[in-house]
């Protein structure tokens, strides 16, 4: 099921971040990083039984993930504080002609079948698509936040901080190659956050939630397919 985008305002004068937001927004402005190894053995078996792409299904379990809390969800609209309802993934569409890529996005669906349906569409009518924005005379949706993969480089660590003061509180995923450890597949994945919006404690949360939903992809086919 697709979701309409909704924004709540958020009540500063109640807000238990108030004081800690206005510190890392105002005061002292900062973002930070840090890199994880995800296990994806078993998603990529399954996957592969299942016939689908580990991208979008990377794509769709973060967006999932980080749409389930609030504190990844913070933006202004028209001045005012808030959060989105859901996320919509902003994602590189890479040109094997010339190796640029251009900015794609993918509506997110609760269900992981129809928003693979959905991203192998957009590859076909916009992929070759060149330019910064994919989809020609579109501009990406508000609540677009930056998930990709640099799938040429298993990486350590990753980091990109770029505000340009600008109110933007979205946090930033990036994947890396896929590497073999101990017999186990490994993705490192990198997440960037604005301290304003989300502290350790809420990635230390998503990242705890995306293994354990990685380690049982599986009941998300059934999810989809209606079992």
């Known amino acids: 099921m697709k979701h309409e985008l909704t924004f709540t305002p958020i009540d ?14 105002q005061m002292a402005p900062t973002g930070y990083s840090l890199t994880a190894e995800l ?16 991208f979008p299904a990377y794509l769709w ?9 609030t504190e990844f969800k913070l933006a202004q609209a028209d001045g005012q504080l808030g959060y989105y309802n859901v996320l919509t993934p902003l994602y590189a569409a890479f040109h094997e002609d010339d190796k640029t890529f251009s900015l794609m996005w993918t509506e997110y669906d609760d269900s992981f079948l129809a928003f ?3 991203y192998l569409a957009d590859q076909r009518e916009h992929g070759s698509h060149h330019g910064i924005l994919a989809k020609a005379g579109q501009l990406p949706p508000p609540n677009a936040y930056t998930v990709s993969c640099v799938p040429w480089v298993s990486f350590e660590h990753f980091a990109v901080h770029s505000y340009e003061n600008k ?4 946090p930033s995923v990036e994947a890396g190659k896929l590497r073999e450890r101990g017999g186990k597949v490994c993705l490192p ?12 404690w809420h990635v230390g949360l998503f990242l705890d939630a995306l293994q354990t939903e990685a380690n049982q992809f599986e009941k ?8």
């Open 116 to 118: 693979h349906a959905a």
């Open 220 to 227: 998300f086919l059934e999810i989809s397919n209606g079992d």
């Open 61 to 69: 379990l973060v967006t999932r993930l980080l749409s389930q809390q």
């Open 39 to 54: 296990d994806v053995t078993r998603m990529r078996a399954v996957l592969k039984v299942a016939g689908f792409k580990f």
């Open 12 to 25: 500063l004068e109640t807000w238990g971040r108030r004081e800690i937001f206005y510190y890392f927004s």
């Open 189 to 200: 994945l990198s997440i960037t956050c604005h301290h304003a919006a989300a502290d350790g």
């Open 167 to 170: 109110p933007y509180y979205f």
